[in-house]
């Protein structure tokens, strides 16, 4: 089965995970690709995409596996297709064969940049990491079945806290994917509940890159 | 850092609503742009991107040099909200600029429980409510759409209104305008150009006059403005404007697919409907025009839906040659074809038939009322007969899904009408029992009916509507007539279809009511989530307004009607003549079995209509 890496940003982060897959299969449509469709009543397109993307948060590395009928085409030619046929904000940076499995998936990188509308204490880096070098940080989580609470600190695997101007604040964190997956906003969460006066005023969320187990680029 | 707006988004439902950017949204470079036109649909983006008409003028609009279209929909409450208390104004989807800085400002007005968003969109925009209120050029407000028939309600809050069929007409008036903006005309020198542009009515040159017992005296034109405001019709479709390249939402939308009209207007004069007059005369459209605009639309919008629309498709004449080369096509590329609005004939049963290969969805008949009397009172000429073999043959192929719509408080109607819904409903369990082959499964009949409301420009136009009270209690009536578990009972509650019926035909002094009610809070009032008729029963008090007036009074035959002034091809004669034709139970045969003078035809000048 072929796999696309792809970007998603500007306007692109306020489309769904579900409008963004119904997206998809009409890009395929337009650039004439023919998706295998799934047997039975309804038929369906082929097509997934690995780490559903929360409403808002910008990727440079989403995963989308996908299955052509027909003739094989090479995978330039997918390529500049496909981006011909795609809206301003969703970009496929590469097609290619025989990708990971996905269980392999393990870490997740992302950025935070945390806004503040009046000028940054001077040792809210230090705050913060000091936060995230406790035990425990519990955080509740929202999820289907009510509230839930969660520890941050086991999923969290690397963190670096830097200042980048007078009103922001960038958290570049290295977090579990899949079995738990750490989504990295909960770091927000946390310094709302422990460090409220350090609660920012808005916070942008990127995903910066995906590794397996030991840390190699996944793909 | 991130501006207001991106950090609101992502405070309220479905933000990518107010984003733009999807396929195919037209953006272009402001130094080549003269006439910035913000164009308003007064509803939510969902509905308002499934709306065929804003999608053609869209693109008539964009084809022009100099011109840039951009759309504009109402914000849903969350994000009204979160606007006003951030002080953030309406704007507009493709450059994101603020509506109060275009030049022109359009709506496409398609049923009256809009307005209130009209009202409120230009609020949300800064903009003044009054057309005296806005001085310049800049911010002129146009609108047009079925409403235009009959605009009285709007008149002071739109400085004109563009009649009819907008493919034509629309590139007239901003061809104009662009000449005003470059030559620096006055907002008055433009207005008496304008009304100098066939199917244009400026509402400010004509003066009303009032008998002491609140009914129209007189519609004086002044200015030099004309007595009677014809509207404008495209007579060769073949050859009109068609968008071929779509905007495909980045979201799901209502109607998420695309959309083939293949005729306009309609020869079957059901008296109660104002498009079935309004849109006259027939003009079809050719099935090798409409077979390569389809394949030209899946493929540049990627649509794995499209349906094929007009007021009723069986009654085109090619419907056979289009879905005959249509079908294969779709089956090759996976396409869902759908033909909604058509007949209980033959023809559509088989069609039917094939196009459902892949899911069977539910029957839909709209008999409307109960007992054949009353079905030739309001000439809609759907037999028992022909329903229940329709039922037949779909049960016995597996169907198990009927839909049936009816209006309760037609003219003359009595409660032996009402019961005759319970009895036909009847008749379709009766058939299951006899045909249904998917017993299993159980037969499911929905039945719903709505308050009617008289429109203008129908033989209906002069009839009272029953008060809410009887609408009630026929409601009920009909309710204690259903005991079968299959049946599921519908009505719509009468406030909403009062309002509509107090604005569908009402005068210019019902814009104080508008604009007192939306100052009171309505908005969205096609929505059950907030439409509130208390802010609206308080704003008819406010100003001394008599909602009855224009409900359960019912018009006069010789009274002068708001909307006496506008033209839409039918003759107010014809009108009259169907309406008698109503009260003595006679049926007008449909126009294909031989034209019944309608006087549509007068619209036509290069082709005869195509009843």
Not at chain 1, 192 to 212: M, Q
Not at chain 2, 454 to 473: A, S, V
């Amino acid at each position: 089965m072929p796999r696309a890496l792809f970007a998603k940003k500007g306007s692109a982060i306020y489309i769904s995970h579900l409008d963004l897959m119904r997206l998809f299969q009409r890009a395929f449509q337009r650039a004439g690709l023919k998706l295998t469709h799934s047997q039975g009543f309804n038929p369906r397109p082929l097509v997934s995409i690995a780490l559903p993307l929360s409403l808002g948060v910008e990727s440079g590395c989403e995963l989308l596996d996908f299955q052509l009928e027909g003739e094989q085409i090479p995978n330039e030619t997918l390529l500049s297709r496909l981006n011909a046929a795609l809206p301003v904000g969703v970009e496929v940076l590469a097609v290619y064969n025989h990708g990971r499995k996905l269980k392999e998936l393990a870490l997740l990188e992302s950025i935070l940049t945390l806004e503040y509308d009046r000028d940054i204490p001077q040792d809210t880096p230090e705050n913060i990491r000091k936060l995230f070098a406790q035990k425990t940080v519990l955080v509740e989580k929202k999820g289907k079945n009510g509230t839930v609470v969660q520890d941050l600190i086991p999923m969290i695997k690397q963190l670096a806290v830097r200042q980048i101007s007078s009103r922001e604040l960038e958290l570049r964190v290295l977090g579990c994917c899949q079995n738990p997956t750490l989504n990295p906003l909960q770091l927000c969460a946390a310094i709302r509940v422990y460090l409220p006066e350090l609660a920012p005023d808005f916070t942008r969320c990127r995903r910066v890159e995906i590794y397996d187990q030991n840390k190699t680029i996944f793909r | 850092m991130t501006d207001l707006k991106h950090r609101i988004l992502l405070t309220v439902q479905k933000p990518a609503r107010y984003t733009g950017g999807e396929w195919g949204e037209i953006k272009k470079d402001l130094k080549d742009v003269r006439v910035r036109v913000a164009f308003c649909f007064p509803d939510t983006y969902e509905i308002g991107m499934s709306n065929l008409g804003m999608r053609i003028l869209y693109g008539v609009m964009n084809e022009m040099d100099g011109v840039w279209c951009e759309r504009v929909f109402a914000p849903w409450g969350d994000m009204e909200e979160a606007m006003r208390s951030h002080g953030l104004p309406l704007w507009a989807l493709e450059s994101q600029d603020n509506v109060r800085d275009f030049d022109m400002i359009a709506f496409t007005i398609g049923y009256e429980m809009a307005y209130s968003n009209i009202l409120n969109m230009l609020n949300l925009s800064g903009v003044p409510l009054r057309s005296r209120d806005r001085r310049g050029l800049k911010n002129m407000v146009f609108a047009g759409g079925v409403c235009a028939f009959n605009p009285e309600p709007l008149a002071e809050f739109v400085d004109f209104f563009s009649l009819g069929e907008g493919e034509e007409i629309t590139v007239e008036i901003l061809s104009l305008y662009d000449r005003a903006k470059g030559e620096g005309w006055s907002k008055d020198a433009f207005l008496h150009e304008v009304a100098k542009i066939p199917g244009v009515y400026v509402p400010g040159f004509y003066r009303h006059e009032y008998n002491a017992d609140g009914t129209l005296a007189a519609i004086i034109p002044t200015e030099g403005a004309p007595e009677v405001v014809r509207k404008r019709i495209v007579e060769d479709l073949d050859q009109a404007y068609f968008p071929v390249k779509m905007i495909v939402p980045s979201t799901e939308i209502v109607h998420d697919r695309a959309n083939l009209e293949v005729f306009r207007g309609c020869i079957r004069g059901c008296r109660f409907c104002q498009a079935g007059f309004s849109c006259r005369p027939v003009r079809k459209k050719s099935p090798e025009v409409l077979y390569r605009q389809a394949v030209q639309l899946l493929e540049d919008s990627g649509n794995n839906e499209i349906t094929v629309s007009s007021l009723s498709t069986s009654d085109y004449r090619g419907l056979k040659e289009l879905t005959d080369q249509l079908i294969p096509y779709c089956r090759e590329h996976r396409v869902n074809l759908s033909v909604p609005s058509l007949r209980a004939d033959n023809f559509s049963r088989e069609l039917m038939e094939k196009l459902q290969t892949v899911r069977k969805s539910g029957l839909t008949f709209a008999p409307e009322a109960g007992t054949q009397r009353l079905r030739d009172v309001i000439n809609k000429n759907l037999t028992e007969e022909e329903i229940l073999n329709t039922c037949a043959r779909a049960f016995s192929g597996g169907w198990s899904n009927v839909k049936l719509y009816f209006m309760l408080g037609l003219p003359t109607e009595t409660d032996e009408d009402v019961l005759g819904i319970a009895d036909l409903v009847y008749k379709v369990i009766k058939t299951w029992s006899a045909c249904g082959t998917n017993k299993k499964r159980g037969l499911r009949v929905h039945v719903a009916t709505a308050y009617f409301v008289p429109k203008p420009h129908t033989p209906f136009q002069w009839e009272k509507q029953i008060t809410p009270q009887e609408y009630l209690r026929r409601c009920k009536l009909l309710k204690s007539h259903f005991y079968s578990k299959s049946i599921e009972y519908d009505y719509h509650s009468p406030d909403l279809s009062r309002l509509e019926a107090v604005f569908a035909r009402g005068d210019r002094r019902l814009g104080a009511v508008l604009e007192t009610a939306v100052k009171n809070g309505a908005r969205l009032d096609g929505w059950d989530e907030y439409f509130n008729y208390a802010k609206w029963y308080d704003a008819f008090r406010q100003c001394g307004i008599d909602e009855n007036f224009y409900t359960v009074r019912g018009f006069g035959e010789e009274e002068l009607l708001p909307w006496d002034m506008i033209d839409v091809g039918v003759t107010k004669e014809f009108l009259l003549r169907e309406r008698h034709r109503a009260y003595q139970e006679t049926v007008t045969p449909d126009c294909r079995s031989g034209c019944a003078g309608c006087g549509a035809n007068r619209l036509l000048k290069e082709v005869a209509c195509d009843a």
